[in-house]
């Protein structure tokens, strides 16, 4: 990447970068270098290293991965956050237009970067010892677990995880979190149907107004992405190199 130069990122382009969260311990402090006092305040809140460390590197990388379409240093980069913790850019930097968000889980880390289009992405470890029809029963609409029931035994785990992740990604881009009822929307989760919004319950049009598509390179997870608009060109990468000697 170019210093000087920013990254290229066509409106009709979702960047999806995927990380490894567990770093060498010269990588942790070199990403805890980035962090802003709040970020490092929250760090220290995690009881067990392992939790700490990975989200330092998680939110250092999205520094890093965000200074590359900024054209600013990963520390100079200010985060303001919604009414449900969204983080999004200050005013200054997002009149670029830039976009993003993140989601982690199982030791991975994975980004989404759009421009001028609300995006939302989920990853989720899949557990096969998870209860996940009792869960769904709670938390998915009647459609949705109807259709999780009718799978073989030894298809549903995945499908739970598959749905899961998508119904957060799109909460996420809506920005809303938790605080929008899962049940109020349906989306398919058997592996032959394509990923989208079937219904929304309270505002219908919002089916033709988000793409969804599934990211099937996160090792043993499920992961999908949310975005604002009609089409989708999703460009994957890697983050493989380190940033500070070890």
């Known amino acids: 990447m170019d210093g000087n130069k920013a990254a290229a990122l066509d409106q009709d382009e979702v960047h999806v970068c995927i990380a490894s969260l567990d770093r060498a311990e010269a990588e942790v402090s070199f990403f805890a270098g980035l962090l802003a ?21 998680g939110r250092g990388l999205l520094r890093t991965i965000l200074s590359s379409y900024l054209e600013v240093g990963p520390d100079e980069i200010c985060f303001t956050y919604g009414t449900h913790g969204k983080p ?9 237009g830039i ?15 759009t421009k ?16 996940g029809d009792s869960v769904a029963e709670h938390f998915f609409s009647a459609r949705e677990v109807a259709s ?20 957060e990604a799109f909460i996420k881009a809506l920005g809303l979190g938790l605080s929008c009822p899962l049940g109020d ?3 398919p989760l058997t592996p032959w149907e394509p990923p989208r919004l079937l219904r929304v319950q309270w505002a ?22 949310v975005v604002a608009g009609t089409t989708c060109r999703l460009v994957l990468s890697e983050w493989n190199g380190t940033v500070a000697p070890v």
């Not at 993003?100 to 199982?106: D, E, T, V």
């Not at 219908?204 to 992405?225: F, G, K, L, T, Y």
Request: glycine share 4%.
């Open 185 to 187: 929307f349906d989306v």
């Open 204 to 225: 219908p049009e919002e089916v033709s107004r988000w793409v969804m598509a599934d990211i099937d390179r996160v090792p043993d997870c499920a992961a999908a992405v």
């Open 88 to 96: 999004s850019l200050e005013q200054k930097e997002r009149q670029l």
């Open 99 to 113: 976009d993003f968000n993140l989601a982690h889980s199982g030791g991975w880390g994975i980004y989404a970067v």
């Open 116 to 131: 001028d289009r609300p995006v939302g992405i989920d990853v989720e470890f899949i557990q096969h010892d998870f209860p």
């Open 37 to 57: 006092e709040d970020e490092t305040q929250r760090a220290k809140r995690f009881y067990f290293p392992k939790d700490r460390d990975r989200f330092i590197v």
């Open 148 to 167: 999780l029931r009718s799978l073989p035994n030894d298809m549903q785990t995945a499908a739970f995880f598959r749905c899961w992740a998508r119904k």
